[in-house]
């Protein structure tokens, strides 16, 4: 089963959650999103596999999430999704994704259960 971890190389937790990964034996694709943002049909995918709305994945605290108004809660979730494609800083990290199930490394043995 592949293993894919959506990193931020400057984020302690997602550097804890590679690490964490690597520790357990699992050697991870690993894809830093800030470089290489997932597609809509990933992005869709990934919340999928969390069974989490668009906005839950975001990072609330992120100057982008407030500049773009984000909090509007008229905001449907293809406009959402959009923010995070245009502004992946937006998504929350790290996610790491095996097979059918996706987990957020805060704290990073979250990712445990879906290993």
Do not use: F, Q, W
Not at 60 to 76: F, I, Q, R, T
Not at 92 to 98: D, L, T
């Amino acid at each position: 089963m592949e293993v894919i971890i959506y990193h931020n190389p400057r984020c302690s937790k997602s550097r804890a959650t590679l690490a964490l990964l690597r520790e357990k034996g699992v050697e991870p694709k690993i894809v830093e999103y800030l470089k290489a943002p997932p597609s809509r049909e990933e992005l869709e995918s990934i919340l999928d596999k969390l069974g989490m709305a668009p906005r839950d994945l975001m990072r609330k605290k992120e100057k982008a999430y407030k500049e773009l108004g984000l909090d509007d809660p008229s905001l449907d979730r293809d406009r959402l999704i959009g923010a995070m494609l245009e502004n992946p800083v937006l998504i929350e990290r790290p996610v790491v994704v095996a097979g059918d199930k996706a987990a957020i490394g805060r704290p990073p043995e979250n990712v445990l259960e879906i290993l």
